[in-house]
T-cell receptor, first 114, second 115 residues
């Protein structure tokens, strides 16, 4: 069974530029999560989707971050414009059906904002 | 709000020895889940073990076991017969039971297993 796929793996941008990350969850997984992991800290949930609907985006900085999950499968996370403090690893995870099902994580995208 | 605290930023253990990683949490919920996740260097995070708060019996998975003390809000991970492949960052995490999904992570403990 293929795992959660993410791309790109690494991205370096200048502040105020835009960037987008892509996630393909495990086939059949209804729930998808985006986490932000700043160096030296544990991951923090940014947004949770159930199929193509948003369940929780309370910690998403909506003035600059956006996310979508078209057709309830793939998802993209966008930052526009980026700030220095957005430098982090962005992790995508998916779970089968319910929110208490085990979450499987992708390899992450490491973003560096200069 | 729920918080998760891991008070040991770094730990080391000799191969084949036993090590215990500590985790405490704060919540007013009665229905919740606790997890230990492992994040090897430059590799993705994987679930090590999971505990449902309503279960009194401590979870075990091969060499990994937990000591769940609900009243003390403590959830430690014991790794027996440590192997070089256990070298990783270990995160303790909390999830509410009735509105699950959102994992709240601790700061992590970096474990080094030495030959």
């Amino acid at each position: 069974e293929a795992g959660v796929a993410q791309s790109p793996r690494y991205k370096i941008i200048e502040k105020r530029q835009s960037v987008a990350f892509w996630c393909n969850p495990i086939s059949g997984h209804a729930t998808l999560y985006w986490y932000q992991q700043i160096l030296g800290q544990g991951p923090k949930l940014l947004i949770q989707f159930q199929n193509n609907g948003v369940v929780d985006d309370s910690q998403l900085p909506k003035d600059r971050f956006s996310a979508e999950r078209l057709k309830g499968v793939d998802s993209t996370l966008k930052i526009q414009p980026a700030k220095l403090e957005d430098s982090a690893v962005y992790l995508c995870a998916s779970s089968l059906v319910g929110p208490t099902d085990t979450q499987y994580f992708g390899p992450g995208t490491r973003l560096t904002v200069l | 709000a729920q918080t998760v605290t891991q008070s040991q930023p770094e730990m080391s253990v000799q191969e084949a020895e036993t090590v215990t990683l500590s985790c405490t949490y704060d919540t007013s919920e009665n229905n919740y889940y606790l997890f230990w996740y492992k994040q090897p260097p430059s590799r993705q995070m994987i679930l090590v073990i999971r505990q449902e708060a309503y279960k009194q019996q401590n979870a075990t998975e091969n060499r990994f076991s937990v000591n769940f003390q609900k009243a003390a809000k403590s959830f430690s991970l014991k790794i027996s017969d440590s192997q070089l492949g256990d070298t990783a960052m270990y995160f303790c995490a909390f999830m509410k039971g009735n509105q699950g999904g959102k994992l709240i992570f601790g700061q992590g403990t970096e474990l080094s297993v030495k030959p």
